[in-house]
């Protein structure tokens, strides 16, 4: 069985969505809790029970769970966090606009 949440409005989850493209993970604020335990959060429009299992998911993607958040959890989506956003200013370099310098520098730090 699972444990209940015990969170009111205010309190940090941890959000977990599995897709097909993947996980996703974030942190979250919740936003209302009903009297049955019902709960919900800022970064979605689902709804959760009170052991933090989304209610009404589609079949077609994994579903979401809300956790409480560990300082591990906190840890890894800011590392993944800043990950991505290397990522993707990387991906928005433009060869015309990327003096040869920096591009030097970059080349040095990835290799």
Known sequence: MYEELNVKV???V???????SGTVER????????PTGRIRIDGSGSQFDKYGREMGADSW????RLSIPTEEDYKRIEENSVISKALS????????????????????ILS
Do not use: C, H, Q, S
């Open 27 to 34: 942190i979250e604020t919740v936003t209302r809790v009903t």
């Open 89 to 108: 200013l990387m991906e928005k370099l433009n060869k015309k606009t990327l003096p040869y310098d920096k591009a030097v520098k970059i080349v040095e």
């Open 10 to 12: 205010g309190d940090k």
């Open 14 to 20: 941890l959000y977990r969505l599995w897709t097909f």
């Open 61 to 64: 993607r994994g579903g979401a």
